[in-house]
């Protein structure tokens, strides 16, 4: 493959950007390479500047379930741009998105749009203390919910990738209402709530965790939180930017049956543009300004393109219920791959996943929470990254995330990708 383009381009990058990239999940430093950079997509694949093909198993990090450049979603975004680009003002699109979310999620009265979610959580916890007159937030090891200060400790996904284990410029303060547990622990949580009774404002939680590899909630792990937080006074708050949508068209929560107070969500809901939206019940949600006292605001919340192509693509995932069968199943096929090579070759890895979700990870151990996560073999991935990505498997670059499929995915796609697997193992 060549590379000569992409390597010039990271060149003058990284004079300008901080690390030549404007996200850390985007930079190649742990599998010891210098980032590919991207021109276009169509369908699985991407292309970079210089004329490679790869089959993309990123998915702009989730939200292209679609596959990309979607011919209904492209169409309604064109059309959309033809009115303009932003208004700063309510629009039309804006309420049907609102009414088509609360119809496919039961657990969701009201939503208020935002633009990312890491602004969806932030927002959803200010709620949460609102609602409550608490301050305390309940976080789990691993899990990832955006870059506000108060949710940067023991974060997973790219800072776990880059060493760092939670960050600089964070002052103390911001982070000393923040409590830790265990992922698929509840013992760690009854523990948390009881050394902080009457404190604790809410339970954050990404229902599958999917920022340190991909790690399923065990039986009766989200049926426990929901019933610590209700016996508590403290809201469940469920993280859906990964899930929301995917696993199924009423997320986690329909797909688990456990219902949450709040749900964020980030781009799904976008079709891959900046957006991000949580909602919830709506005696909770009605604190928010105007109607209340949290106050939060956004200039480009519900911008009438990024409303126009989210909307088109959930109105697709409702009309199509079989696009959930596609990619289950072919998820299900890479996940039994991948063990029979593992068995095969007697390698010591293990594969989680759900679903259109999956990670390899390269340890013997049970993957079930954030320690167990932390056991892989960081540098054995980094062989097996870029074994890939010379064979055209857009991978991310870090042992803890997630593989995503689309409804774009063949099922001979899956065999090439088993296949180089293969080669790899041998």
């Known amino acids: 493959m060549k590379t000569d383009k992409s ?4 060149k003058e990058a990284v004079e300008k950007i901080p ?3 404007n996200s850390p999940v985007r930079a190649f430093q742990a599998v010891g390479k210098n980032p590919r950079f991207i021109e276009r997509a169509e369908k699985q694949y991407i292309y970079d500047v210089d ?5 993309d198993y990123i998915g702009s990090w989730g939200p292209m379930i679609l596959g990309h450049k979607n011919e209904q979603v492209q169409a309604a975004v064109q059309e959309a741009i033809e009115k303009g680009l932003s208004f700063g003002a309510a629009t039309e699109i804006e309420v049907e998105m609102a009414k088509l979310i609360c119809d496919i999620v039961p657990a ?3 939503v208020r749009m935002v633009n990312s979610g890491t602004e969806a959580v932030m927002s959803a916890i200010r709620v949460a203390r609102g609602y409550t007159g608490r301050n305390k937030v309940l976080k789990f090891e691993g899990c990832y919910h955006g870059h506000a200060d108060a949710m940067l400790v023991k974060a997973g996904s790219g800072v776990m990738t880059s060493g760092v284990p939670d960050s600089a410029g964070v002052p103390a303060g911001c982070a000393e209402d923040t409590l830790t547990a265990i ?3 509840l013992e760690s949580v009854e523990k948390l709530f009881a050394e902080n009774k009457g404190e604790v404002a809410c339970l954050i939680v990404e229902p599958v965790a999917a920022n340190m590899g991909v790690v399923e909630p065990q039986e009766g792990f989200l049926q426990g939180l929901r019933d610590i937080c209700t016996r508590e006074g403290a809201l469940l708050i469920f993280d859906e930017v990964i899930t929301g949508f995917r696993l ?4 986690a929560s329909g797909y688990f049956g456990v219902t949450p107070d709040l749900i964020t969500y980030g781009k799904i809901i976008g079709g891959g543009m900046p957006v991000g939206a949580y909602g919830g019940r709506k005696d909770v949600m009605q604190v928010v300004s105007p109607v209340g006292a949290v106050y939060q605001a956004g200039t480009l919340s519900g911008n009438p393109v990024a409303m126009h192509a989210g909307i088109t693509q959930l109105r697709i995932l409702k009309e199509h219920p079989e696009i959930y069968s596609k990619i289950n199943e072919n998820g299900e096929k890479l996940r039994a791959g991948l063990r029979e090579l593992i068995e095969k070759y ?3 890895c293990v594969v989680n996943g759900i679903g259109s979700l999956s990670c390899m990870f390269f340890t013997k151990e049970p993957v079930v929470d954030y320690e167990s996560a932390k056991t892989s073999d960081t540098v054995m991935f980094g062989k097996y990254f870029n074994h890939m990505l010379n064979r055209g498997h857009y991978l991310a670059p870090s042992q803890f995330e997630a593989i995503f499929l689309s409804v774009a995915h063949t099922e001979e796609d899956i065999r090439r990708y088993l296949g180089d697997v293969e080669e790899f193992f041998e």
């Open 183 to 185: 992922y698929n622990n």
């Open 51 to 55: 004329g490679n093909q790869y089959v």
């Open 248 to 251: 199924q068209l009423e997320g």
């Open 19 to 21: 690390g030549g990239v």
């Open 7 to 10: 390597e010039r381009l990271f």
């Open 346 to 348: 007697q390698i010591p």
């Open 108 to 110: 969701i009265e009201m």
